[in-house]
């Protein structure tokens, strides 16, 4: 019987129910010979839905398409230039139409013949041969469809895909994210054998006390209907003679630790055969993210003797439980170290391909990160797949956020069910899979409470939670709050540190939590993190927080219009079709993040690390040394350092360590740590002071290095080692390379050489800094101004006096620095330059004089000319500031002024150096240990350096930072530094 007779009763009920047939899946073999990649060359031609002839023709094999552009699938079509891409919603009334004409190989000819799409953003139709096979209106999700009744038996077939955006559940498939359009997973052509595995489960229990595991499992076996029996009116079913089902299990070693054949009853061809099977594994290897071994579980049907289907699943043993508020793995409780992921990257926006999975995971691994959030929307299969191999907890979320009308709307009903079966039927079988997450910061309505309860019937081995719950749901639609007694973790977005603190003691809230979004790293603003995970890392019942977001959302686009630069004014990106020039490649290419919308990353689009990265690593880190500083007598034995195992499976003793001694910059020894320490336990290291009772003058510390057990460096601590009998005071100068300070003319004074040469100007007035985007948001909200300026350099002398003193000249100067584009932006400084034994002392009180304005950063610049970088002794070497300081140590830096993470303020900095004349250096020196010193490229080849007084945090989007300085409650602040000429050795 031919694919068309046998396939007019399957027509005829697919075009009346207008779905996919078996949506869930048949688990297939990529790399076998009964499946064809249909992945490449489609034609593709992307339309106005008004040109309603051209649809309705499209998907005709006569149709002519020569004219048509060609576009790789997986891809999307912005990316291509075929749409202008758009942010938040797509343009509804586009369509875009894929044509593709394929060739059935000759043994498939008696065989059925599927169709998969791993995923097609928005919605689709689809056509063979001209005749309508089904619709699908997910997105993120695959779907496979029986095209065996629409195929030819000889000669080519064409597939053709109309892909549209007009439906309601787009809305669940759009989120704060690009609407990115077309084909952009993988597509598949494959073909079962006439009884197959349908749908299958494996459970996974562990006994860690006795080290084994059991495996549980569960087959759905589904055979195709052979023929139709018009005699009594049904289809006949060919039952196999005997089927069964053998199973083997390899070890990570490749060793069998399980094999055995159990006979599958099929009693009547009206019943489909459904099998459960179980096993022990003794021995066993758990599987968690720090040690993520995998078992190779093959299930294999049999007919009689002939292999008729296999299927290859990884599995790890692995058990999540709650217990007492505590979330547990393997009974063990952990700390959920996550980042919220979009699947997005510059070069082709949605349609990632292994090589980007790959550059991902291993920056977040070695940034110390464990979870991530799939943020929201499940990902490819095989960025799963990639997750159970390299160990991971992941968060997999149903895409049902945003649309909240919808949610609330009874007839959606069934779509959101269908997309919780979707995502779980999908991905139930990854270890690396521990929690559902049930859409994302939606109201909670019925609907998802539904969703909720049907998610925990389909699958009770994992907890389910609301991702911010009812967050802003107020604004958007009205919704009831609070969380149904089912629902397994409280997952709360942006706590300030009061809210995490009263959850914390609140014993009425009995846990766990997870914080799915804690801090908004937008731009650079990401403040005050650490005091949030030192909170979270101590309670146990909070059990994770997840950072958003991983990377900015950036996309390659032309420029063919005006660009908007956000990081000037974040509120001038409106419409989404505008361009951001967030980073420019060239004069005609940009990655555009949408500006505020979308730079949320703690990488850059490209996945360079940002200073948000370098924080998270501090902070998440498995092994900490809380000591800063260590003080000793030379009397003394020994000094006791304490090492914090933040790991929640591995003993210290498997990771490496070692320790240098660096005195003046150079390291005078070191060697490596022995190490063991359990889990959760601290360990204390003790090293002998006579090692350092000759290094009583200059700067001296220890430097501690921590590589994990796959020899990726994961920690550095610096401790500072104070001597109570050392000697102090800045490096002596000769007497052939002294400051002299005279009067300037664009500037109050000139710093110059023995010889007349320039080495600094100024001083000139710091008020600011160039704010953060989540600075722009969140002081406006605020209403609070930010500064249209960030330097004085006007200054108007308001008195001044001069006193010669044998060696020592003392200048005396009261000055008003203004600006000369806001002349209410003024500040009245007192300054004294002392002039002594070649070097020049300065002391000033700086008071503003402006109204409601905040002061970003304040303080006292000087201007280095002809210099092309700094060299500092504090801590570095990352621009830090109050509250996101953990990812810098101290030691001795140096950065050239063209370095990516030159510009920005430092903290605790001791001594900075620029070189300014052959083998000469201008030195600042802040009289206070802790002071903060910033520096800038300036203009033709200068370097501004700024002596810190009040310097703000960065925040995040939406909470203000900690420490803020406003104008009108800033009255006086005073600061000292001193400026010597050395020589480039060594003054440290």
């Known amino acids: 019987m031919t694919h068309k007779a046998r396939g007019i009763c399957f027509l005829l009920v697919v075009i009346i129910l207008g779905m996919p047939f078996r949506g869930e899946g048949i688990p297939f073999n990529q790399t076998s010979d009964k499946t064809i990649s249909l992945n490449g060359k489609w034609k593709l031609k992307v339309i106005n839905n008004t040109e309603e002839v051209l649809i309705s023709q499209f998907y005709e094999p006569a149709f002519n398409d020569s004219s048509w552009q060609s576009i790789n699938v997986p891809s999307n079509w912005e990316m291509h230039g075929f749409e202008k891409a758009q942010y938040y919603f797509p343009k509804t009334d586009i369509v875009g139409l894929y044509r593709k004409k394929i060739t059935v190989p000759a043994d498939w000819t008696k065989r059925h013949v599927y169709i998969h799409f791993e995923g097609v953003s928005f919605g689709h139709v689809l056509y063979v041969n001209g005749k309508l096979v089904g619709q699908c209106n997910q997105a993120f999700l695959p779907v496979q469809y029986d095209i065996t009744p629409f195929l030819q038996d000889d000669g080519e077939n064409l597939i053709a895909v109309k892909v549209f955006k007009d439906h309601r559940e787009s809305r669940f498939d759009c989120n704060d994210a690009w609407a990115l359009s077309g ?117 294999s049907l049999l007919s009689g003797e002939e292999k008729i289907h296999t299927i290859h699943q990884r599995v790890g043993l692995r058990e999540i439980t709650i217990a007492d508020g505590v979330l547990k793995v393997n009974g063990q409780q952990v700390k959920l170290k996550g980042v919220c992921r979009h699947e997005i990257h510059p070069d082709v926006g949605r349609a990632l391909r292994e090589e980007h999975w790959l550059e991902d995971l291993a920056l977040m691994k070695a940034a110390n990160i464990n979870t991530i959030r799939c943020s929201h929307y499940p990902p490819h299969p095989r960025f799963l797949e990639l997750c159970d191999e390299w160990g991971f907890y992941v968060l997999d979320e149903v895409p049902i956020g945003f ?50 309860q049907y998610a925990k019937q389909l699958d009770a081995s994992r907890p389910i939670l609301y991702p911010g719950g009812n967050f802003n749901g107020y604004l958007r639609y009205a919704g009831t709050t609070g969380h149904s007694h089912f629902v397994d973790i409280m997952a709360t977005h942006y706590p300030p540190n009061d809210a995490l603190e009263e959850q914390r003691d609140d014993e009425t809230l009995p846990g766990p939590f997870i914080f799915t979004e804690i801090n908004h790293a937008l731009h650079d603003g990401f403040g005050d993190f650490q005091t949030k995970w030192e909170i979270t890392q101590n309670t146990d019942k909070f059990a994770g927080a997840i950072i958003w977001l991983w990377a900015d959302q950036g996309i390659k686009r032309k420029v063919d219009a005006e660009v908007i630069d956000s990081y000037k004014d974040v509120f001038a990106l409106k419409e989404n079709d505008q361009l951001s020039g967030d980073f420019w490649l060239n004069d005609s290419t940009i990655i555009d993040c949408h500006g505020v919308f979308g730079m949320d990353g703690i990488v850059y689009p490209d996945r360079t690390p940002q200073t948000d990265y370098f924080e998270t690593r501090k902070i998440f880190s498995p092994v900490v040394i809380n000591n800063d500083e260590v003080s000793f007598h030379r009397d003394q034995d020994s000094i006791r350092i304490t090492v914090e195992n933040r790991y929640d499976f591995t003993n210290l003793s ?49 430097h501690f290095s921590f590589k994990d057990y796959n020899d990726v460096a994961i920690y550095e601590k610096s401790v500072f080692l104070h001597r109570k009998d050392a000697v102090s005071g800045v490096a002596p100068v000769e007497k052939n390379r002294q400051l002299v300070l005279k009067t300037g003319e664009e500037a109050l004074f000139h710093v110059v050489d023995n010889k007349g040469n320039l080495l600094a100007q100024g001083p000139f007035i710091r008020v600011g800094r160039q704010p953060s985007m989540a600075e722009q948001v969140t002081y406006k909200k605020k209403k609070v101004e930010l500064p ?68 970003l950063e304040f303080g006292l610049i000087w201007e280095v000319p002809n210099a092309d970088r700094v060299k500092w002794l504090g801590h570095g070497p990352y621009p830090a500031y109050p509250y996101k300081q953990a990812l810098n140590e101290h030691g001795i830096y140096e950065l050239s002024s063209n370095d990516f993470f030159f510009n920005g303020n430092r903290m605790v900095v001791q001594k900075v150096m620029c070189p300014v004349a052959g083998k000469k250096s201008l030195v600042l020196c ?7 010193v910033s520096w800038e490229k300036g203009k033709d080849g200068s370097i501004l350096l700024t002596h810190n007084l009040l310097v703000g945090g960065k925040g995040t989007k939406f909470i203000l930072p900690r420490e803020n300085h406003l104008s009108d409650d800033v009255q006086k602040v005073s600061g000292q530094h001193r400026m010597v000429l050395l020589k480039n050795d060594n003054p440290w």
Request: net charge negative; aromatic share 8%.
């Open 183 to 299: 084909i952009f997973r993988d597509v598949y052509l494959f073909s079962p054998s006439h009884c197959h595995i349908d749908q299958y489960k494996i459970d996974t229990r562990i006994n860690s006390t006795e080290q084994c595991a059991i495996v549980n499992g569960e087959v759905d076996i589904r055979c195709f209907r052979d023929s139709w029996d018009w005699m009594y009116g049904k289809w006949k079913v060919k039952m196999e003679d005997t089927l069964s089902l053998e199973i083997a299990m390899r070890n990570p070693a490749g060793e069998m630790v399980y094999h055995n054949i159990e006979e599958i009853e099929w009693a009547n061809a009206l019943m489909l055969p459904h099998h459960h099977f179980s096993f022990t594994v003794k021995n066993a290897l758990f599987w968690n993210a720090e040690q993520p071994n995998l078992y190779q579980l093959t299930l």
């Open 403 to 452: 649309g909240d009308e919808n949610l609330a709307s009874p007839d959606m009903l069934g779509p959101v069910l269908s997309r919780t079966n979707g995502t779980i039927a999908r991905d139930c079988n990854h270890p690396s899979v521990i929690i559902w997450d049930i859409g994302n910061e939606n109201v909670l309505t019925r609907n998802l409470e539904q969703a909720a």
């Open 654 to 702: 498997r990771i490496s360590g070692s320790w240098e001694l660096i005195h003046k910059g150079k390291t005078v020894r070191q060697e490596d740590l022995i190490l063991s320490c359990l889990p959760h336990r601290k360990q204390s290291i003790s090293l002998p002071v006579s090692m350092l009772k000759k290094y009583l003058e200059g700067d001296l510390y220890l």
């Open 788 to 855: 249209p300026v960030s330097i004085l350099k006007d200054a108007s002398i308001l008195n001044q006096t001069k006193q010669e003193r044998g060696d020592t000249t003392i200048l005396k100067v009261s000055a008003r620095f203004a600006s000369s584009r806001d002349t209410s932006i003024t500040v009245l400084a007192h300054l004294t330059l002392k002039q002594f034994n070649g070097n020049i002392d300065t002391e000033f009180t700086l008071e503003p004089c402006m109204h409601n304005k905040v002061l």
């Open 926 to 932: 802040p009289q206070k240990k802790s002071d903060m």
